[in-house]
């Protein structure tokens, strides 16, 4: 029996999501097709429906993976957040503790740095995305100071979010947060 279009699109929907969330949370070699596709109640054999290849799947899903939700312009051009605001959620212990919703740059970077061009050339896009979103969030600064900012601020962010990741004493991991936090956010206004 067939499926219909809307059932097979929410399908795809649905794995891009759980493959998306799975590689943020274990790097890009350690998610397997089998575990994705049966943790969306789905056959392997269905996963060739979908996509040619695993790194079809990781191409797509990293495509789809979005983590600055709360950081939409508002409707009169304005940032509904500012800065400090953005580097108070980046590092939060909820952004630490959740890799598998957060930022893919911050999850993947090392991976990314190992991968081939194909993903690299999607994390340039992601980190430009990045980049341009903070230089936004910098009100008063002329465009080459805010994309030098921005910088400076993302490559801390992401540096900071990894460490307090990578260490296994929960009181340096907050002080790595707190620290990063705080001095970034003291600079923000600058």
């Given at each position: 029996m067939g499926h219909s279009?809307?059932?097979?699109?929410?399908?795809?929907?649905?794995?891009?999501?759980?493959?998306?969330?799975?590689?943020?949370?274990?790097?890009?070699?350690?998610?397997a097709i089998a575990d994705v596709m049966k943790e969306v109640g789905l056959t392997v054999g269905g996963f060739y429906k979908h996509f040619d290849s695993r790194d079809d799947l990781v191409v797509e899903a990293l495509q789809s993976a979005s983590w600055q939700r709360s950081v939409q312009p508002?409707?009169?051009?304005?940032?509904?957040?500012?800065l400090a605001g953005f580097i108070d959620e980046y590092l939060s212990e909820k952004h630490r503790d959740?890799?598998?919703?957060?930022?893919?740059?911050?999850?993947?970077?090392?991976?990314v740095a190992r991968s081939n061009k194909r993903i690299r050339a999607l994390a340039t896009e992601k980190v430009r995305s990045a980049l341009e979103l903070i230089g936004r969030l910098q009100p008063g600064k002329n465009e080459?100071?805010?994309?030098?900012?921005?910088?400076?601020?993302?490559?801390?962010?992401?540096?900071?979010?990894?460490?307090?990741?990578?260490?296994?004493?929960?009181?340096?991991?907050?002080e790595i947060l707190e620290s990063a936090r705080e001095l970034l956010k003291s600079q923000a206004d600058s």
């Open positions: 279009q809307s059932e097979k699109k929410s399908n795809h929907e649905r794995i891009l999501r759980t493959a998306a969330k799975r590689l943020r949370e274990k790097g890009l070699e350690a998610v508002a409707e009169a051009g304005e940032p509904s957040v500012r959740r890799p598998g919703s957060g930022c893919l740059i911050g999850a993947l970077a090392g991976d080459e100071l805010a994309r030098k900012k921005a910088a400076l601020v993302f490559s801390a962010l992401v540096g900071a979010l990894a460490l307090s990741r990578a260490v296994s004493d929960e009181s340096l991991s907050k």
